[in-house]
């Protein structure tokens, strides 16, 4: 299962079909540099004209592991 989801935040072409695609918005931009010090820019327009934007900079990677200690 982690490698799935890893697959889906690391693989320019998935992420953008789940986070940024879909019949509600119209993609403006999109650009993934996925490694420590990259970035990533989605900007899209809902259909009532919303102008949505996130911008990202991933500071450190980490392949497949679960990054925070859980009880």
């Given at each position: 299962?982690?490698?799935?989801?890893?697959?889906?935040f690391?693989?320019?072409?998935?992420?953008?079909r789940?986070f940024?695609?879909?019949e509600q918005f119209?993609?403006?931009?999109f650009?993934?540099?996925?490694?420590?010090g990259?970035g990533?820019?989605v900007?899209f327009?809902?259909?009532n004209d919303l102008?949505?934007t996130?911008?990202t900079?991933?500071q450190?990677?980490?392949?497949?592991?679960?990054?925070l200690?859980?009880?």
């Amino acid at each position: 299962m982690r490698s799935r989801v890893f697959a889906a935040f690391s693989d320019p072409a998935k992420k953008r079909r789940w986070f940024a695609e879909g019949e509600q918005f119209e993609m403006e931009a999109f650009e993934m540099d996925f490694r420590p010090g990259g970035g990533e820019r989605v900007r899209f327009r809902s259909k009532n004209d919303l102008t949505l934007t996130n911008d990202t900079i991933y500071q450190d990677i980490l392949s497949n592991r679960q990054s925070l200690s859980t009880p």
